[in-house]
């Protein structure tokens, strides 16, 4: 059967709120978790409660989550761009993602997920926050903001730590950004289990320097 957007609410609702956006600090994961949680927006007052945060830190973070698509600030307060199951059926726009989350590419240079950068959509959050005029940043090669687009400016690579760190800053999880750039997750460690009983075999060495039990008189 189809899956309804507000199952996935649900699923988001009762997971462990360290894996949503494992990237985001913690107080954006806690707001987030709060919000899947509601069955209509909250205040920000009443979120920050629920939550356990400060209004302070949802301050810090909410513009990432919203320029990442996650919540949406409405006339009756927060709420994630999910619909609620009340809404199950109606016209709810909640199917429009950023930009930098779509497949196809866009209308001013972009080139789709097989071609996007994560430094792009970097140099897109430069422009929409207008610090494109922070010469000072700009300028400092030893500024994360100034190394990355000192790279774009000389068509280089810019590095990765750098545009992770510069994604935190702004409050825009860098996992996301690069799922939108077609980057897959990296694989985890590697790990060795074994179940049953040991396997491991023992040398006749160590058998003869194992102190045996004495004969018992009887």
Request: with cysteine; glycine share 8%.
């Amino acid at each position: 059967r189809d899956v309804h957007l507000e199952e996935v609410r649900a699923v988001l609702a009762t997971d462990d709120s360290t894996r949503l956006l494992p990237d985001a600090s913690p107080a954006a994961r806690a707001g987030v978790a709060e919000l899947a949680r509601a069955s209509e927006p909250l205040s920000q007052a009443e979120l920050c409660r629920r939550a356990g945060i400060s209004t302070q830190s949802w301050r810090n973070h909410r513009d990432g989550l919203v320029a990442a698509d996650w919540v949406r600030e409405t006339p009756r307060g927060w709420r994630l761009a999910l619909p609620f199951r009340s809404e199950r059926g109606d016209d709810v726009d909640v199917a429009d993602p950023p930009w930098w989350l779509k497949t196809e590419a866009g209308d001013w240079g972009d080139y789709g997920r097989d071609g996007r950068r994560a430094a792009d959509v970097v140099d897109w959050l430069l422009l929409d926050r207008d610090l494109l005029d922070d010469v000072d940043r700009l300028d400092d090669t030893e500024d994360p903001i100034g190394a990355i687009y000192d790279a774009l400016r000389d068509g280089e690579l810019a590095d990765r730590e750098l545009v992770d760190d510069v994604l935190r800053e702004f409050g825009v999880p860098p996992g996301l950004v690069r799922a939108g750039c077609g980057v897959a997750p990296p694989l985890p460690e590697p790990a060795t289990a074994s179940v049953g009983p040991s396997t491991r075999q023992t040398s006749f060495a160590e058998v003869s320097d194992t102190p045996q039990n004495p004969p018992i008189d009887g």
